[in-house]
């Protein structure tokens, strides 16, 4: 469908429409910061959001999740939850990191949960109007993004261009009313947006290309950088709980008093935390924060990019604005390497 236009009246309208046909979750705000949540009147939406607390990947891949339901008479059920519902107001960084987890869950051996709940959203994607003080998506391509959602929102003035990639998004722009062409002045400011958010979302300078980075680690496994910052490392896992390209889980199973009946769960873990590389035995094969604070960088930058093809980092900022240690900036550290690599 051909680009069009909605002024703000219009896309409250638009907002008021989706809402009474199927559940819309979008920015608010909260406090002073912004977060996700179910949408319950369009006066709520803030697409000036800067970032918001958690990334949207909490809708495709919830901090826990049944997988099945258990007896000792029945056997076992699986549990595939999901509910339609709209994404609405994703950032580019975002709509990236949603397409990491794609590739990831839906590679080779599909993971029915995430697929099931993925292909119930419909993503609205919108164009960042304020960006965060620790954002370095522009350094990482990430920016701007041109595929990976259903419809794109960029305000240009005082109304919006919106434009739809997919049926799904054809099917929500039938919903709204007073759409207009849009017209080459709007499409040329649209370009200017997308121009401008190559400097905007670069708060943060990362001084090299991002496909130098797998050959940077490399060398870099002895660098005295990961004993130093870990030193303060509290081990908490809040720079991978936020961060929108971290996917890791654990699976339990959990018996009911009775011991007849019971779940299995799965669950966000984290790299960082102490346990998450225990095995059998009780052996903990990275024992170390040093070990558990390099890894992060290491799968992020190296690992990812070698199997998949992307690295596992989209710039959004979260990390640093998490850690009260002040030691997860991945700029910081990947800058640090290149020093030492000079």
């Not at 918001?52 to 049944?66: A, F, G, N």
């Not at 670069?202 to 990961?226: F, G, M, S, T």
């Not at 040093?290 to 992307?310: D, I, M």
């Amino acid at each position: 469908m051909p680009a069009k236009k909605l002024s703000q009246s219009a896309l409250a309208l638009w907002v008021r429409k989706l809402i009474e046909t199927r559940r819309v979750v979008a920015p608010q705000a909260k406090a002073e910061h912004f977060a996700y949540a179910p949408l319950s009147q369009a006066e709520d939406l803030r697409l000036d959001h800067d970032v918001t607390i958690l990334p949207p990947r909490k809708y495709l891949m919830p901090p826990s999740e049944v997988l099945l339901r258990f007896t000792r008479k029945d056997g076992y059920t699986s549990v595939i939850e999901h509910e339609p519902m709209i994404l609405f107001g994703v950032h580019p960084y975002d709509v990236a990191a949603i397409a990491q987890a794609d590739r990831y869950f839906l590679h080779d051996r599909p993971d029915i949960h995430y697929q099931t709940r993925r292909r119930s959203i419909t993503i609205v994607a919108s164009d960042v109007q304020n960006a965060s003080e620790d954002v370095f998506a522009a350094c990482l391509g990430t920016a701007t993004v041109h595929d990976g959602f259903d419809v794109l929102l960029t305000r240009v003035g005082d109304a919006y261009v919106i434009e739809s990639r997919t049926p799904a998004g054809d099917a929500l722009l039938a919903l709204a009313q007073d759409l207009q062409e849009a017209d080459p002045v709007s499409l040329g400011r649209r370009e200017q947006v997308w121009e401008d958010a190559q400097k905007l979302l670069r708060r943060q300078v990362l001084k090299c290309n991002p496909q130098e980075l797998p050959a940077l680690l490399d060398a870099a496994r002895e660098h005295p950088v990961w004993e130093k910052r870990s030193q303060t490392c509290f081990s908490c896992g809040s720079c991978v709980t936020v961060c929108p390209s971290c996917f890791c889980f654990d699976v339990e199973d959990e018996l009911d008093p009775d011991l007849q009946s019971g779940t299995r769960r799965r669950q966000w873990d984290a790299c960082l935390l102490s346990g998450f590389a225990v095995v059998a035995g009780g052996h903990n094969f990275r024992k170390r924060r040093e070990e558990r604070y390099r890894h992060r960088f290491y799968r992020k930058a190296k690992y990812l990019p070698e199997r998949f093809g992307f690295m596992g980092c989209v710039g959004c900022g979260r990390c640093v604005k998490a850690c009260t240690a002040g030691i997860a900036n991945p700029v910081e550290v990947y800058n640090t390497l290149l020093e030492g690599a000079s």
